[in-house]
């Protein structure tokens, strides 16, 4: 059984396998592959959904966690907190969009919107990693 204390390093996962599933979805479809696209795409909503929860939950019971770090790294920090917040909270409407698009079959308006959500969504997963190593592990 997993303690809440694990939540963090799990969200990590979550976030880390998401953001590999979406660069082998971008891949796949690249190469004209649109089955694994598909595949890895639906996986990488599985993952983040399955993160969203775990951090709602995580945050639910623990409320927020202070950054200590001082110095330059506390810019850094919170510099990346921000970006990654703020498109965090973008990212869900656009994922959704881009998703529905995909299962109606509107492929000229999925890639259209595509563009954007594959690479901000990309960022928020990698820039979740990072806040866990600098919140968690500096």
Known sequence: MLALSDLPAVNATLNSASALLLAAGYFFIRRGNVAAHRRCMIAALVASALFLTSYL??????????????????????????????????????????????????????????????PLWFYVSVTGVVVYWMLYRL
Do not use: E, K
């Open 57 to 118: 939950i995580y945050h639910y019971n623990v409320g927020s966690v202070p950054f200590t770090g001082r110095g330059w790294i506390r810019t850094v920090y919170f510099s990346i907190l921000i970006t990654h917040t703020i498109l965090a909270a973008l990212i869900v409407p656009l994922v959704l969009v881009t998703l529905s698009r995909a299962l109606r079959a509107d492929f000229v308006r999925h890639r259209r919107i595509a563009r954007w959500t594959l």
